[in-house]
Each structure stands twice: as structure tokens, then as C-alpha cells.
């Protein structure tokens, strides 16, 4: 016999060979951990719908610090859950609010942890928006007011990024404007670019106690439509033009061709945001012995890479630097 053909196996033929060629990889340094912080006492309550993801009251935040400073993860990603909600959200941008407490607390004890501060309003207000309600619009450009004074808050408690993730129009500018105003010219913003309205968002809301309350009862009016491809271009080239430093493209594993979209297209460093959902649903199926947990969870994180992301936002940080350290 005499056929032609390549012979691919040849760089398959042993682990070394095959990490030898091996194109893609998951680093520690890729990972940024997502935390909830309530307020009150010695409190850590399991979320339901998330696994071993937890609220933390301040007290507790600092042990689990600890833990994450020990497995080396580089940053962190900060959600406040006040006690009081107002239609305004006036919690989010009190200098003295949990999550300003909290990014204080941990740029004391850990200053080398980078504390990258989530900036919207939705866990904030009564009606669950991430803006302004008039007439059951969320209102834009009086939100982008609301907004910058929860980014300046934010800066001030020591944020080391400030990642916006409302979806109004002009966001970035916005509060790139009012952090260079108040002399925060160095603080870089890493906005959620490309957000889709997600179903994948659903355990999230759970966590953060963050789900629309009043109408429009979703956030299809200035999260992006699941269906579109070509918008994701539209919104991440508007955040560049506005001068972010980082782009997310989020949920992750259902827009990994977004992902791949929004790397061909811009230079700036990308991150995917592995949300709740996506979490939740490896957990239960692990819980249930159907799926191999370790062995699935670096092939999705592998697979964001491959996508061309650089950073990851991801529930399983602790469990990937565990493994990292263990491998
Ligand atoms: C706040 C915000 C949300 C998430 C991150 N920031 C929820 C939402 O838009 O409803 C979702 C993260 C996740 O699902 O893990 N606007």
C-alpha cells in the first residue's frame, strides 16, 4: 500500500510530546475570584443554587483572604449586598457602604491581591435595575450620574479596578471622566463590554439578592440579545473608543464565538466572565457522580483561553489553583 496521508498521532504519542505541542494553558495569574459581602456578623451562608460559594459578612472575608492569598490567586472581583435598598441605590456610592468597607479591609491585610470593584446598582436598589426606574424605564443618562459616584466611592475605599457592568450607554466615559476628575487618572476600568441578557445569570441573582422586582421584570432593554453577533463588535468598540482598559465578554461557554469576535478584533487584554449558571451546572451534575468535576472544568477554562481570552473570572478559582498546585 502506497497512500498518502499526514500522520497526526505522531505528536499525540506521549504526555510529554503532547505537552510539548500543547497551544493553550490556564495560569494562576489568569484567575480572578468573584466574593459577596454582606453585612452583619460571623457570617457565611452557603449560597443554594452555588455550592461552595458563599456571602461573607466582613469578619469572615478576612479568613477566607487568607485562603486565597495562600493558593496565590491575583485578584479578586467584590459584590456588596447592603441591608437597606432605596430606589436609588444610594448604599452603592455611601463611602462607608459594606463594599467599600470591604475593599478597605482587604487593601490593608492584602495589598498585594489585586481588588477589582463591580460598579452597578442592581444589588443596590429596591427594584433590582441596575439604573434609574422612571415609568418602568430604566432611565440612561441619570444612571450614568449614579454611576461615576459609585466608581469614585469605590476608588477612594483603595479599588485597584473599577468594572462596571450596568450596560448603560456611555458608561465607560462616563466614569473615565469622573475617576480623572477626582485624580484617579491611573485606576484602570475593566467594563463589562459585551453582557449579554442571560439566563446564565439566574444563581447570581440568588447570591446577590439582585433580581428585577419591579417592571420591566428582565434586562433586555440594555443587556445585549443572545441572538447577536455583530452588536458585540458595536458595544466593544464604543468601550474602547471611551477608553476601558479591559473588555469581558460575558456569560462564557455559550460565547466563546464572541469571545474569539471580540480578540480578532481589538488588541486591548480580554477577559470572559465564567458566570453562575455555567457553575451551578457542572456542580450538580459533579454532585451527582455523572461528570468527572476536575477534568471538566479545565477543559471549559482551556476552551475560554482557546477563545482567546486572557483573564478568567471564575467561581472554580480556588479549586483551579488547588489543582495547578497539585499537577
Ligand atoms: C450585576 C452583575 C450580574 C452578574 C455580574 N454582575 C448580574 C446581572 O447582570 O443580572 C452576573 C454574574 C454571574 O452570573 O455569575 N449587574
Same mark, same amino acid.
Given at each position: 500500500m502506497n497512500l498518502q496521508f499526514n500522520r497526526h498521532r505522531r505528536l499525540r504519542s506521549s504526555e510529554t510530546m503532547r505537552s510539548m505541542v500543547r497551544e493553550n494553558f490556564i495560569r494562576k495569574e489568569d484567575l480572578i475570584y468573584p466574593l459577596f459581602i454582606v453585612e452583619g456578623e460571623n457570617i457565611k451562608k452557603e449560597i443554594s443554587s452555588m455550592p461552595g460559594q458563599y456571602q461573607f459578612s466582613l469578619d469572615q472575608l478576612e479568613i477566607e483572604m487568607k485562603v486565597i492569598a495562600q493558593l496565590n490567586i491575583p485578584a479578586v472581583i467584590l459584590f456588596g449586598i447592603p441591608d437597606h435598598k432605596d430606589d436609588l441605590g444610594t448604599e452603592a456610592y455611601n463611602d462607608n457602604g459594606i463594599l467599600q468597607k470591604a475593599i478597605r479591609q482587604i487593601k490593608a491585610s492584602h495589598p498585594d491581591i489585586l481588588v477589582i470593584a463591580d460598579t452597578c446598582l442592581c444589588e443596590y436598589t429596591d427594584h433590582g435595575h441596575c439604573g434609574m426606574i422612571e415609568h418602568d424605564c430604566v432611565i440612561n443618562d441619570e444612571s450614568l450620574e449614579l454611576l461615576v459616584k459609585t466608581a469614585v466611592s469605590q476608588a477612594k475605599a483603595g479599588a485597584d479596578i473599577i468594572a462596571p457592568s450596568n450596560m448603560m450607554d456611555g458608561f465607560v466615559a462616563a466614569i473615565r471622566a469622573g475617576l480623572d476628575e477626582k485624580d484617579f487618572e491611573n485606576i484602570p476600568i475593566m467594563s463589562y463590554a459585551v453582557k449579554y441578557a442571560s439566563a446564565f445569570y439566574g444563581p447570581f441573582r440568588d447570591a446577590? +439578592?439582585?433580581? #428585577? /422586582?419591579?417592571? #420591566?421584570? +428582565?434586562r433586555k432593554t440594555y443587556q445585549m440579545d443572545p441572538?447577536? /453577533?455583530?452588536e458585540a463588535l458595536r458595544e466593544m468598540q464604543s468601550d474602547i473608543d471611551e477608553g476601558a482598559d479591559f473588555l469581558i465578554v460575558k456569560p462564557a461557554l455559550s460565547y466563546l464565538d464572541i469571545t474569539r469576535d471580540v480578540r480578532n478584533n481589538c488588541n486591548l487584554p480580554l477577559v470572559t466572565y465564567n458566570v453562575s449558571g455555567e457553575y451551578a451546572m457542572v456542580k450538580a451534575a459533579a454532585q451527582n457522580g455523572w461528570i468527572d468535576e476536575k477534568r471538566i472544568v479545565i477543559e471549559q477554562l482551556t476552551s475560554m483561553k482557546r477563545a482567546g481570552a486572557d483573564m478568567i473570572i471564575t467561581y472554580f478559582a480556588k479549586d483551579v489553583a488547588k489543582w495547578l498546585s497539585e499537577d
Open positions: 446577590a +439578592d439582585s433580581a #428585577p /422586582r419591579t417592571g #420591566p421584570f +428582565d441572538a447577536n /453577533r455583530l
